[in-house]
């Protein structure tokens, strides 16, 4: 997921005491109301570190918005559909894909679009991956052997071994297409001044931590089907106001000075309750949920029967009822509901603390004086470290978590940590229990990167080779019901074993005026479709 | 007391620069031990923001990485090698965004500085009239009301009072922009609302020093030769409690810089406060340093001045230049 640093609570607790000062609820009058009805206005967060989308995940909204893919994915279905390929064929059991390109397609400096450009795209992108500048569509490039042209219209794509999330990655911003004249540019360019794509807007302007405007693309005739939309983008500007405090992106849509503000938590929603000019808008996460990682290298989380004790012993409707806010659901799988390998595997997570308290009797943990269960004089002591800064993270959640685990005989030390500490103690192997989401990546290979001890991040975890090999066989399975079928049995024994805990689903919330139409989020959560979002009144 | 023989104006502005030349250097020191050696490594942050959870990059990646940015020379080595270079004006490159220092500054700076100047330019002469005000007339009814204000201004939380702002000026009457720093109406709300709490202790100095300066003997005299009181006031009185204002007012210009790192994040502005809150929460190590080194290198040449300046208003002050006040 997209992490993002919060401003501080007593900013917002602040706002809404100055809202109550100026009874703002009712005397909304800004002279801005509305703006022009093909200007899109959006109150944003967070400036972008960089606007390269290959380079950096965290700005999907910036980075998107000029670019577009070879495939795109039917929503609706999960089908991969025509992009910039009108047509493509996956060959060799998943080691070789073949493009046929549309034709007619120009990038906005006027290059055209071509095999030759496609072919240098991916060679591009994998020498970014070896340099260590483009972490995640290396990962996607898994095995990436070569990439030519064919003819004018057709690339082919090669890799050492089958890589079955190839073809998915290709509906992924990261593998968004861009012109020769941005390959040429080195990283360090392409993060300052972004990338030239062919999408339907281009960058226009850009004022450090202020704003960013994008215009419509003329000429723009190439949206897939799943856009729901033909032809050039709807808006015909879309400036992004970058706002750090959040009630104030709130109020800003309730006074009518933007039509739609991200990242908005309870302290916004309760400015607009009981107004009718405004709506909440849920872009529900496409990614591995928010999850307990486990230490299985640690001598008492090495006992299944404590793992499988947690697994049980947390009630998630509870957690994410009670300490989180709109679009917060319990966890049913180690994935989002609107990840495309999506089960429902709530009944191997529903609370039962009899069973938990049962299975760590039965594996010896003894209750002592004071409580907490011990085992050949080892205390069943843990320690969960959190990012306090993390959106979605919430104290008094961990605390709950920490009384309902006491319950059970478990001592939990909650142990707040800064993003830093957190990314040297996963490197060190010295860590217990740690609160983690994954990647937004709408394909097996995301949970791939999260559960296998291949790939993870998190060190210090046993190996777990039945899984591993479940994972690994999966990334090169190209029919997609046996590979569904692999991904689902890997699932049942990460959940059995509990080698991860998931706890909860999020969303993204947004307030978004009510004449706004047609937002959608096709992709993920972070990257709003801009092209489709109308206000009533302003359809072209 | 100071028995030494008074030194020339020249050694005391000698003694002034060395002063402010050590200051700067003792800033660039803490600055640079507090950020690189701090645990987290800078690179490896980098690329996880980056990949946002998806994965770090390989051991060997990140070894290439830390190599390039210098990061594997020890500590000391890397102390010298980066005064050398802030002293050549090389401000290195930010471990984020991978641009030069140089050229983040350059983009914020002029917000800052636009929004400094416009507070300080609201409040030295808005404490100075309620000052005046204020004292004008000691122990009576309106002394005894306007001499709280202070406290009061002081009171209200600097983050507090710009919220309010925006909602009752920009959302309520849309008077002016709520977000971005474009031209002079956007200035306005920022800049009243970093110079109240500025305005609190300059007006409460001052005060203090009109009432203080009108209970010593020369003033009494003054006014038993039949001088009116406006005269004597504005002229004698005035005059001589400026001197602490003026003091306080270069120590004030700390006080700002600091304060815009709220007032640029409610007011939603370019600006160094900004860019240093974000860069201290990624530890963005180059981009803290210049800023550091450059808020110290603004307050200590600040004060710089108004020490030089003090003697050309106080002719007391022109003959025991050294030692005790350092």
Redesign the interface.
């Known amino acids: 997921?997209?992490?993002a640093?919060r401003?501080g609570r007593?900013?917002a607790a602040?706002?809404a005491?100055?809202?109550v000062?100026?009874g703002?609820g009712g005397?909304?009058?800004?002279?801005?109301t509305g703006g022009a009805p093909d200007e899109l206005r959006i109150?944003y967060g967070w400036?972008p570190?960089?606007f390269d989308y290959a380079?950096?995940?965290?700005f999907a909204l910036f980075g998107r918005q000029v670019l577009d893919t070879l495939l795109s994915e039917n929503p609706a279905t999960g089908e991969l559909e025509p992009y910039l390929a009108e047509s493509w064929e996956t060959l060799d059991a998943g080691r070789a894909y073949e493009f046929t390109l549309r034709e007619g397609v120009t990038f906005s400096n006027g290059e055209e679009l071509t095999a030759e450009v496609v072919a240098d795209n991916f060679r591009t992108l994998w020498d970014l991956a070896e340099?260590?500048?483009s972490?995640?569509p290396g990962?996607y490039l898994r095995g990436f052997e070569q990439a030519e042209a064919l003819d004018a219209r057709t690339v082919r794509v090669e890799f050492a071994e089958p890589n079955a999330g190839f073809l998915q990655a290709n509906t992924e911003g990261q593998f968004g297409i861009i012109a020769p004249e941005s390959l040429a540019a080195g990283?360090?360019e392409r993060?300052?001044h972004g990338t030239i794509g062919s999408g339907p807007f281009v960058l226009a302007e850009t004022?450090?931590?202020?704003?960013i405007v994008y215009e419509r693309r003329e000429g723009y005739d190439w949206a897939p089907a799943a856009f729901g939309h033909r032809g050039e983008a709807v808006p015909a500007e879309v400036t992004i106001?970058?706002?750090?405090?959040e009630?104030?992106r709130a109020?800003?849509v309730?006074?009518g000075?933007y039509d739609l503000a991200y990242s908005v938590t309870e302290a916004g929603l309760a400015q607009a309750e009981g107004r009718d000019d405004v709506t909440t808008v849920l872009a529900p996460d496409r990614?591995v949920v928010n999850t307990l990682v486990v230490n299985t290298g640690d001598p008492v989380l090495a006992d299944p029967a404590v793992r499988q004790a947690i697994q049980r012993g947390i009630d998630r409707a509870e957690l994410a009822g009670t300490f989180y806010g709109a679009g917060v659901e319990p966890a049913t799988d180690v994935v989002s509901r609107g990840h495309r390998f999506h089960t429902d595997h709530s009944a191997l997570l529903s609370h039962d603390p009899e069973l938990a308290r049962a299975l760590l009797e039965d594996a010896g943990w003894a209750t002592g004086e004071d409580g907490v269960r011990v085992k050949d004089g080892q205390r069943l002591e843990l320690s969960l470290t959190y990012v306090g800064?993390d959106i979605g993270s919430t104290v008094s959640g961990w605390e709950y978590l920490q009384s309902r685990l006491a319950g059970l005989g478990i001592a939990l030390t909650l142990q707040p940590v800064?993003?830093?500490?957190q990314?040297?103690l996963r490197?060190s192997a010295d860590w217990q229990l740690a609160v983690?989401?994954?990647?937004?990546?709408g394909d097996a290979d995301?949970i791939a990167?999260f559960y296998s001890t291949d790939?993870t991040?998190w060190q210090g975890q046993a190996p777990r080779p039945e899984v591993d090999a479940l994972l690994a066989e999966q990334s090169a399975t190209v029919d997609p019901r046996r590979r569904a079928a692999l991904v689902d049995e890997a699932v049942t024994t990460i959940l059995e074993q509990g080698y991860g805990i998931p706890l909860f689903d999020s969303a993204q919330v947004l307030l978004a005026r009510t004449e706004v139409t047609g937002l959608t989020f096709p992709v993920n959560a972070w990257e709003p479709l801009l092209y489709a979002v109308g206000k009533d009144g302003g359809e072209r | 007391m100071n028995t030494r023989p008074p030194r020339s104006a020249a050694a005391h502005v000698l003694r002034r620069c060395a002063h402010f030349a050590v200051v700067l250097f003792a800033v660039y020191t803490v600055s640079f031990f507090l950020l690189y050696a701090l645990p987290g490594d800078p690179v490896a942050l980098m690329l996880e923001r980056r990949s946002a959870g998806a994965g770090g990059g390989t051991p060997e990646q990140l070894a290439a990485l830390r190599a390039r940015y210098g990061l594997d020379d020890p500590l000391p080595q890397r102390y010298l090698s980066t005064l050398g270079a802030l002293l050549t004006g090389d401000l290195g490159t930010s471990f984020q965004s991978g641009r030069p220092v140089p050229e983040l500054l350059a983009a914020v700076a002029p917000g800052t500085l636009a929004l400094a100047g416009a507070a300080l330019v609201l409040a030295v002469p808005f404490s100075l009239a309620l000052a005046l005000l204020t004292s004008h007339r000691p122990g009576s009814p309106a002394h005894r009301i306007l001499v709280n204000v202070p406290a009061l201004l002081a009171a209200v939380p600097a983050f507090w009072l710009a919220l309010l702002l925006v909602q009752v000026f920009s959302f309520g009457l849309g008077w002016f922009p709520s977000a971005g720093g474009e031209g002079l109406p956007g200035l306005v709300l920022p800049a009243v609302s970093l110079a109240l709490p500025v305005s609190a202790a300059l007006t409460a100095v001052l005060v203090r020093g009109l009432d203080d300066v009108q209970r010593a003997g020369f003033v009494a005299l003054l006014r038993a030769r039949g001088l009116p009181w406006r005269r004597v006031y504005l002229a004698h009185v005035a005059r001589n409690a400026l001197l602490p204002f003026v003091t306080l007012t270069g120590l004030t210009v700390g006080g700002v810089l600091a304060g815009t790192v709220i007032t640029e994040t409610v007011f939603a502005r370019a600006g160094l406060g900004r860019l240093l809150a974000s860069s201290v929460e990624t530890q963005d190590a180059p981009v803290v340093l210049a800023i550091a080194v450059l808020a110290a290198l603004v307050f200590a040449a600040v004060n710089l001045l108004t020490d030089l300046l003090l003697p050309l208003l106080d002719p007391r002050l022109r003959h025991r230049t050294d030692g005790a006040r350092a």
Do not use: K
């Not at chain 1, 380079?55 to 965290?58: K, V």
């Not at chain 1, 106001?241 to 405090?245: A, F, G, H, L």
């Not at chain 1, 800064?418 to 500490?421: D, G, R, Y």
């Open positions: 997921m997209t992490r640093p401003t007593p900013l602040c706002a005491a100055a809202l000062l100026t703002c005397t909304a009058t800004g002279g801005a109150a400036y570190t960089c380079q950096s995940n965290p340099r260590g500048v972490t995640t990962a990283p360090e993060c300052a004022v450090q931590d202020e704003r106001r970058i706002v750090p405090e009630s104030l109020a800003g309730l006074a000075e990614s800064t800064s993003p830093a500490e990314s040297d490197a983690y989401q994954g990647a937004s990546r995301g990167a790939f991040h």
